[in-house]
């Protein structure tokens, strides 16, 4: 008795059976679901003012409102990881506690003479991958009666 084999029948068997085995491989595999995860987004690194806007208040009423937009890649502010930073200017270091970003600088030299030492605290109203916008408001938190400076900042990377 001869056996007869039917080629169209072999080649679909072993493309099954490859297929079968290729599934089975890449199934098994080490799942490094480490190198996947989204990593939070972060203040750390350097960011590049894009424009700013100050808004003058007296008693609560808006006296002047005075944007201003930065030449193409002029002014910077750099966070690093162990929570200092430098400005173009200053040297800095920083905390983060929800979305308050507290800045201290110590008393150092700048280009109009000594700066003193100082604390600002500033609300993160926005921090993506490539836009950190910050509000500072200087003067009453109450706004009714409010008689000073509002100032919002856009960075990007």
């Given at each position: 008795m001869k056996l007869k084999f039917n080629s169209k029948l072999i080649t679909v068997c072993t493309i099954l059976f490859l297929l079968g085995i290729s599934i089975i491989y890449?199934?098994?595999?080490?799942?490094?679901?480490?190198?996947?995860?989204?990593k939070p987004i972060s203040i750390v690194g350097k960011w590049t003012y894009q424009v700013d806007t100050v808004r003058y208040y007296n008693s609560g009423i808006l006296i002047q409102e005075q944007p201003y937009t930065y030449a193409?890649?002029?002014?910077?502010?750099?966070?690093?990881?162990?929570g200092t930073g430098f400005s173009d200017f200053l040297i800095y270091n920083y905390t983060i506690n929800n979305k308050t970003l507290i800045t201290n600088y110590p008393s150092q030299?700048?280009?109009?003479?000594?700066f003193p030492a100082k604390s600002d605290t500033t609300q993160i109203q926005e921090l993506s991958a490539?836009?950190?916008?910050?509000?500072?408001?200087?003067?009453?938190t109450?706004?009714?009666?409010?008689?000073?400076?509002?100032?919002?900042?856009?960075l990007t990377r």
């Open positions: 890449t199934s098994c595999t080490k799942n490094n679901s480490g190198e996947n995860k989204i193409l890649n002029s002014t910077h502010l750099t966070f690093n990881q162990d030299p700048s280009r109009g003479g000594q490539n836009k950190l916008k910050l509000y500072t408001l200087l003067g009453h109450d706004k009714s009666v409010f008689t000073g400076n509002e100032v919002v900042e856009v």
